[in-house]
């Protein structure tokens, strides 16, 4: 068990929709990161968040959102989703933000659009 | 650009046998790379991490991995496998943003690794 929690672990929805993807950082872990894998364009960088703040960001879909809140949890929001968005999606999390360091990943949430 | 490449997307091994799974980047400042493994329906977990100093780095569950700049190489190893080990192995490289406290991993495609008993 990494300490990184997502929820759901499994959503299923209909295109057009929107869901929310939930993420609890390891205790003290101030960064947090959303990566999406699928089978076409493998694991992808969507965006890191430090202490609140948005600090990278990959080739997140304008229709994609993220928030850290400030007990330092994390959401990304999927919204007109489309058959494409079908994906593993994980979370990860790390003490700091800078690149010699490690992150831990969630179990992921599976996301199937239909 | 920053990328990573895993030749292999396959490889079978006898339990027992020695495994090398490769790892070649592309990236223009000083790497920080990293080995992580995946097994069916779970997360990926570290296995190791090379930030500096020895070029060979020992991680968890017996593997280890040699850094060789001159071939921009990090190669992972284990001299003896056990069935347990079949999973998907990936090699990545961390990436500076540009703000402070910023940074990614770039993976490469994966290595599907198969344990044959």
């Known amino acids: 068990d990494s300490g990184v929690t997502q929820t759901p672990k499994h959503l299923i929805t209909a295109t057009g929709q929107r869901v929310t993807l939930r993420c609890s950082p390891r205790s003290g872990d101030l960064s947090v990161y959303w990566y999406q894998q699928s089978l076409d364009q493998g694991l992808q960088f969507l965006i890191q968040?430090?202490?609140?703040?948005?600090?990278a960001k990959g080739n997140i879909l304008e229709r994609f959102s993220a928030q850290q809140f400030p007990d330092l949890h994390s959401e990304l929001n999927l919204s007109s989703l489309e058959l494409g968005d079908s994906a593993l999606y994980f979370c990860?999390?790390?003490?700091?933000?800078?690149?010699?360091?490690?992150?831990?990943f969630g179990q992921g949430t599976r996301l199937t659009v239909v | 650009a920053q990328s990573v490449t895993q030749p292999d997307i396959h490889i079978t091994v006898s339990e027992g046998a020695s495994l090398e799974l490769r790892c070649n980047y592309s990236?223009?400042?000083?790497?920080?790379l990293f080995w992580y493994v995946q097994s069916p329906g779970q997360g990926l977990q570290l296995l190791l991490k090379y930030f500096s100093g020895d070029t060979l780095v020992q991680g968890i569950k017996g593997f280890e991995a040699e850094f060789k700049r001159s071939q921009s190489s990090f190669n992972l190893r284990k001299p003896s496998v056990h069935w347990s080990d079949a999973a998907e192995y990936f090699c990545?490289?961390?990436?500076?943003?540009?703000?402070?406290?910023?940074?990614?991993?770039?993976f490469g495609a994966g290595t599907i690794l198969r344990v044959k008993s």
């Open positions: 990236y223009g400042a000083t790497p920080y």
């Open positions: 990860a999390s790390s003490v700091g933000g800078t690149v010699n360091t490690e992150a831990f």
């Open positions: 990545a490289v961390g990436v500076r943003s540009l703000m402070e406290y910023g940074n990614k991993l770039v």
């Open positions: 968040y430090y202490n609140g703040e948005e600090r």
